[in-house]
Structures are given as C-alpha cells and as structure tokens.
C-alpha cells in the first residue's frame, strides 16, 4: 500500500472516518494512529486494527466501543481482502444518538471498506536490478525492450558506455536478458542482482 487513503461514513450524525497506510509493526500503527488523534481531535474514538506480513500477526482495539463492535469489523475488513502490513484507523465523531451493536457494526465496516477502496494497495514481489553496460547506439533500443517486457527503469548513466539499470519480476528476468542479447548480438554486458522482495502496483507488477 502507497500512502494513507481515507474514507467517510456518517449515520445519525455520527461521523466514522477511516486512515488505512502501510505499517510493519504495532509500533508504527500507534504512531499512525497518534496522528489521527492530531488531526481529529474532536473525535469520541479511535478504533484501530492491523494485519502484519511477520509471524501473520492481527490485532484490533475497540477503544472503548462495546467489545466486538468495532476493531474486530475494521479486521474483518482487512483479512477480507487478503492484505498483509496494513493498519487501519477510524476516528469517530460522535453525533448524539446512540447507534446500537448492529449500527456501530455497520458503520466501522463502511469507513474501513471505503478508506481501502480510495487504497493504492500494493505487492510484495521477488524482483531483480540489472545493470547493463552497452555503446550508445544501442541504449535506446535496449531501453524501449526492457520497457515493453514490464522493467521499471531505474537510472541511466552516460560515460564511455551507457549503464543502463532496471527492475524486473525475477521469473522474468532470464527471459528479458535473453530478448536483451538477441537484439544486440551479444554486445550488451548484463548482471542481474540477488532477487529482493519489492513493493509494486498490485494491478501492475514487474514483468507482468
């Protein structure tokens, strides 16, 4: 997930806005949700749920709500959709009517579904950097290749030669460098990095 989205949900007057972001540890959701609080800080409450990639660790707070009205439905939400390293904070604003179990149910769920759907979520993907060393009448085919096969270029250095870096999916990767030395004859000098777990649109993942 890219950044914090946010989504609102009002009922009775109560107003239920959600902050989903990005988080690897329960200390990171408790700053976020500080930063909640800064921001709305009129607000009743602040529930919070948060799904972590390590140890597949979950955890929800009701801050106060009744038991199970409130940070389990936002949890709910995130195992819904599968997703891993994801908190989720939703600040209440307090409208004077009493909502009732099934209403707070409710209205948590919504603020939380629809701060995910503003959500650019995110991939975790074994990718691999290449460096390429090639003449300077090859780089902009190279360049144009790599690109149509999904690569994410990354820098491009002019001296003597052009070095050329660029990302791809690391089942990809054996495939493109191929491509790479077809079109050059062999003239282009590759060398692909170890394979790191990367973060990429999860509608557009390298090499894809």
Do not use: N
Not at 180 to 199: C, D, H, K, S, W
């Amino acid at each position: 997930m890219a950044g914090t989205s946010t989504g609102r949900f009002e009922d009775r007057k109560s107003v239920f806005t959600g902050f989903v972001t990005h988080v690897t540890s329960e200390e990171e959701l408790v700053e976020f949700r500080h930063g909640v609080m800064r921001d709305i800080p009129e607000a009743s409450h602040y529930v919070s749920a948060y799904v972590l990639h390590r140890g597949g660790l979950a955890h929800y707070s009701d801050a106060k709500e009744p038991h199970g009205t409130a940070g389990l439905p936002v949890l709910t939400v995130l195992q819904h959709h599968q997703l891993e390293d994801v908190g989720c904070v939703v600040a209440r604003v307090f409208g004077g009517t009493l909502l009732g179990r099934g209403g707070l149910m409710r209205a948590y769920t919504a603020a939380a579904q629809r701060a995910l759907e503003a959500a650019r979520l995110m991939a975790a993907v074994p990718c691999v950097d290449v460096r390429a060393r090639m003449g300077y009448p090859w780089y902009e085919r190279v360049r144009a290749l790599v690109e149509e096969q999904g690569a994410q270029v990354l820098d491009a250095q002019f001296a003597a030669q052009v070095e050329l870096v660029f990302r791809v999916r690391a089942e990809r990767c054996e495939a493109v460098l191929a491509q790479v030395g077809e079109l050059t004859a062999g003239q282009v000098a590759a060398t692909p990095g170890a394979p790191r777990l990367q973060l990429v649109d999860d509608d557009e993942r390298a090499g894809e």
